[in-house]
């Protein structure tokens, strides 16, 4: 994975997420190449359907965090305005932050399927 590369594909500030691991490269490559597996957009996605506000709460907030841990700043934004979000409002934060995410994991599956070629 060239985290530089990637970097510039999902919206990542690669300076500051490199600040953010005390100018560990791999420690960030580690974190990039675990996010997919991280974030549960499918129980995400199960808790907005249900209207499970307190689950989509919950789980809006660890995609921020996670996103703030390797400087995914509209991903993060995205998960904010849905943890924050409420009644009608939810479904429309979702569905910003579900394209978004499609987004970036698409291009971190097709990164890590070049590197195994």
């Known amino acids: ?4 590369s990637i970097a510039g594909k999902i919206g990542m ?6 600040e953010y691991y005390g100018g560990d ?3 960030l490559k ?5 996010l997919v597996d991280d974030v549960d957009f499918p129980g995400l996605r199960k808790a907005v359907e249900d ?15 996670l996103s703030e841990k390797v ?3 509209e991903l993060g934004r995205l998960a904010d305005n849905l943890e924050n979000a409420k009644g009608l409002k939810e479904m429309h934060a979702f569905l910003a ?3 978004e995410w499609l987004r970036i994991e698409k291009a971190l599956v097709e990164d890590k399927a070049k590197s195994v070629e």
């Open 71 to 73: 400087c995914l700043k």
């Open 51 to 65: 209207k499970d506000e307190e689950s989509t709460r919950i789980r809006a907030h660890k995609i921020r965090k």
């Open 1 to 4: 994975m060239n985290i530089k």
């Open 30 to 34: 580690n974190r990039l190449e675990t």
């Open 25 to 27: 490269v791999t420690l």
């Open 13 to 18: 500030d690669y300076e500051e997420a490199l």
């Open 97 to 99: 932050l579900e394209k």
